[in-house]
């Protein structure tokens, strides 16, 4: 459990599994693993760890533990609840609640994402990029980190205002800042499990098939992650488009009644 618990690293060897490396303590809400399976990083309620194997089947801290530098009010956050790591094992996306002093108070859990870079040379991980918070009361802890960790994506199941459609957008990395390029929903909690390809050209997202969360598990496939208006309703409506860019132009007739009023 959370906070209780242990991460196991086991090797195979000509078909053997043996256990390596045990972490004790709470790291254990969530872990990822590289893919050389040399680097793994584990995270719990407040921060992020990660692990390198050495030469003799040990396996040691690399860099310090990874804190968030999320501003969040006091007790409404869990940096750590999600980890994810990239392929060469230089990058990892760190998430948990966080009820952000950034937007204010009183909008609830909105999750947070923060991605950091090992330096080469220091020993240090730095954050890469600013502190990305999901959408008011959509507790938006459950992400995917590339291959490449150029784009990750940020699950929000309780999108909007806890009536639980979710929503899952899509970032990536571009001049310093990790910018929204889109962002798609799915109903039923969905976000609640995500992944992504390598370069980001590809996610998934799952949730439950109703809003009461519980039901069969719904997953939609998204593939080239092409963005524009996906609004059949809005005059530059885009078919091809797989996820919403904010680019719809709504006719006037069909505005809600309280705008075209």
């Given at each position: ?22 972490l ?23 921060s ?48 948990g ?28 991980w ?34 909007p ?49 109703g809003?009461?969360g ?20 809005a ?27």
């Amino acid at each position: 459990n959370g906070s209780n618990g242990s991460v196991e690293i086991f090797y195979n060897d000509n078909n053997t599994w043996t256990l390596e490396h045990t972490l004790s303590g709470s790291y254990t809400y969530s872990v990822d693993i590289d893919s050389s399976g040399t680097r793994v990083v584990a995270g719990n309620s407040n921060s992020l760890q990660v692990l390198e194997r050495n030469s003799g089947s040990t396996w040691n801290l690399l860099g310090s533990s990874i804190s968030r530098n999320a501003s969040c009010f006091s007790g409404g956050s869990s940096f750590g609840y999600k980890a994810s790591i990239s392929a060469d094992g230089n990058r990892v996306a760190g998430a948990g609640s966080c009820d952000s002093i950034v937007i204010g108070s009183g909008a609830g859990n909105h999750g947070v994402v923060e991605v950091y870079e090992y330096v080469n040379g220091t020993g240090n991980w730095q954050q890469l990029g600013q502190s990305v918070y999901g959408y008011p009361n959509s507790t938006s802890r459950y992400i995917s980190l590339s291959g490449d960790g150029n784009r990750f994506i940020m699950g929000g199941p309780s999108y909007p205002n806890y009536s639980n459609q979710g929503i899952i957008v899509l970032y990536e990395y571009i001049y310093g800042n990790w910018t929204d390029i889109g962002s798609t929903g799915g109903g039923g909690a969905f976000g609640t499990t995500t992944d992504i390809n390598y370069n980001g050209t590809m996610f998934m997202g799952g949730g439950q098939s109703g809003n009461s969360g519980t039901g069969s598990k719904v997953f939609k496939l998204y593939s080239g992650c092409s963005s524009g208006c996906a609004d059949s309703l809005a005059l530059n409506y885009d078919a091809n488009a797989l996820i919403d860019d904010g680019s719809c132009i709504i006719p006037f007739s069909n505005l809600p009644d309280s705008i075209s009023a």
